[in-house]
C-alpha cells in the first residue's frame, strides 16, 4: 500500500501535522519513537501555550494524547532508521518494517547528541541503527552496541542471542542488560574506524576490534536519516510552507530550527500538513 503520507515524531509538530492531515482527509501513518515527547513530558511548567496558563509538560502530552484518540489517530511505536527515495515516493524503514509513502513530514525534533566520529561515513558498512533490520548479519561476530536510551535495551539483548560477543556502552544509569556474551564498557568511543567496512572502535586509551558497531538511541541526524536532504547546521531546511528541497518531502518543529517552542512546532505541523495536501492535489499553491 502506498499512503499519502508518512508523519515522523510524536511531539506538537508531529501531533499538529497528524490531525490536520486526519482532518483533511488522507490516508498516512504515524511513526514516532514513544507515546508523546519526551521534551514534551519533561517541562515542569509551560507558560507560553496560548489558552493554557499554567499547563505542565504531563497535562500537555497527555492532552496531545487525548485528542489524537478522539480522533481517531494513534502513533506507531517504532524508530525510523533510515528514508530511501523511490523517484515520486519514498520508502521509510522503521524496525522490520518499511512503509510507502507519496509525502513525508518530518517532525523529529533536535538531535542533542554529536554523531560519534565515524558513523556516518560507516552508515551501512558496519554501522547500524536497527537490530531488528541487521542484527542477522552479525551472528558468530564481534559487535559493540552504544546504548544510549533505555527503552533500546531489549534491542541488545536480542543482539547478544545472535553475536559471539557484545561490548556493549550504555550512555545511562541503571542499565540492566545482562548475558555471558556481554562486556560492559564504561567509556564512549572517540571514533569508528576500519577500511571498506568497520574494524574498530578507537578509544583515548586504546582500541576494541569489532565486525559492527549498532547505535541505538531514539533520534537520528536528519541528513543521516534521509540522503540528499539539505541541512544547516543540523536542522532541516524549508520555505515558508515547510517544504524542503525535496519534492514531497516537508518538515516542521525543532528540526527546521530555533526558536525551539511548542506552539512554532504546532504551526509548522499543521503549515507542513497543508503544504502535503497541496502537494498530493499537484498544486505548489498554499491552501488556506
Ligand atoms: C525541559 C524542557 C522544557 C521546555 N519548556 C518549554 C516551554 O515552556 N515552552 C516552549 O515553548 N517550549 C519548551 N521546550 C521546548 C519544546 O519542548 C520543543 O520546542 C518542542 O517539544 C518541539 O516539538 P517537536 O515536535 O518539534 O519535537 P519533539 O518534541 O522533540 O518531538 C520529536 C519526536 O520525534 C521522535 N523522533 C525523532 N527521531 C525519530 C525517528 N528517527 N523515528 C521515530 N521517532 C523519532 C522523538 O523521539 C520525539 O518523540 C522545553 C523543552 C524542554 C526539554
Known amino acids: 500500500m502506498i499512503y499519502d503520507s508518512i508523519i515522523i515524531g510524536t511531539g506538537p509538530a508531529g501531533v499538529s501535522a497528524a490531525l490536520n492531515l486526519k482532518i483533511l482527509g488522507k490516508n498516512f501513518v504515524w511513526l514516532g519513537s514513544g507515546a508523546t515527547s519526551k521534551k514534551v513530558e519533561a517541562a515542569e511548567l509551560i507558560r507560553n501555550y496560548p489558552?493554557?496558563?499554567?499547563?505542565?509538560?504531563?497535562?500537555?502530552?497527555?492532552a496531545f494524547k487525548n485528542h489524537a484518540q478522539k480522533?481517531?489517530?494513534?502513533a506507531k511505536k517504532e524508530v525510523v532508521t533510515a528514508i530511501y527515495d523511490l523517484g515520486?515516493?519514498?520508502?521509510?524503514?522503521a524496525g522490520s518494517e518499511t512503509y510507502e509513502s507519496k509525502t513525508i513530514i518530518l517532525c523529529t525534533?533536535?538531535?542533542?547528541?554529536?554523531?560519534?566520529a565515524g558513523e556516518e561515513n560507516f552508515l551501512g558498512?558496519?554501522?547500524?541503527?536497527?537490530?531488528?533490520?541487521?542484527?542477522?548479519?552479525?551472528?558468530g561476530k564481534t559487535i559493540?552496541?552504544?546504548?544510549?536510551?533505555k527503552s533500546f535495551e531489549h534491542e541488545a539483548e536480542y543482539l547478544a542471542?545472535?553475536?559471539?560477543?557484545?561490548?556493549?556502552?550504555p550512555m545511562y544509569k541503571g542499565c540492566t542488560v545482562e548475558a555471558d556474551n556481554i562486556e560492559i564498557v564504561m567509556k564512549m568511543p572517540k571514533e569508528i574506524a576500519g577500511g571498506m567496512k568497520v574494524e574498530k572502535l578507537v578509544f583515548s586509551d586504546g582500541e576494541i576490534a569489532v565486525d559492527g558497531v549498532f547505535i541505538l538511541r531514539s533520534s537520528i541526524s536528519p541528513a543521516t536519516l534521509f540522503r540528499g536532504l539539505e541541512t544547516d547546521?543540523?536542522?532541516?531546511?524549508?520555505?515558508?510552507?515547510c517544504r524542503t528541497n525535496l519534492a514531497g518531502v516537508f518538515a516542521a518543529g525543532d528540526c527546521t530550527g530555533r526558536p525551539y517552542q511548542y506552539t512554532k512546532a504546532a504551526g509548522e505541523g499543521n503549515i507542513a500538513a497543508h503544504a502535503a495536501v497541496d502537494y498530493l492535489a499537484g498544486s505548489r499553491e498554499p491552501s488556506n
Open 51 to 62: 489558552g493554557l496558563p499554567d499547563v505542565s509538560g504531563g497535562e500537555l502530552a497527555a
Open 71 to 74: 480522533m481517531g489517530i494513534e
Open 88 to 93: 515520486g515516493r519514498y520508502a521509510v524503514q
Open 109 to 116: 525534533g533536535v538531535v542533542a547528541a554529536k554523531p560519534v
Open 125 to 139: 558498512r558496519g554501522v547500524s541503527y536497527c537490530a531488528t533490520c541487521d542484527g542477522f548479519l552479525y551472528r
Open 144 to 149: 559493540a552496541v552504544l546504548l544510549f536510551d
Open 161 to 169: 542471542t545472535l553475536a559471539k560477543k557484545v561490548y556493549l556502552m
Open 233 to 241: 547546521g543540523g536542522h532541516i531546511v524549508v520555505d515558508r510552507q
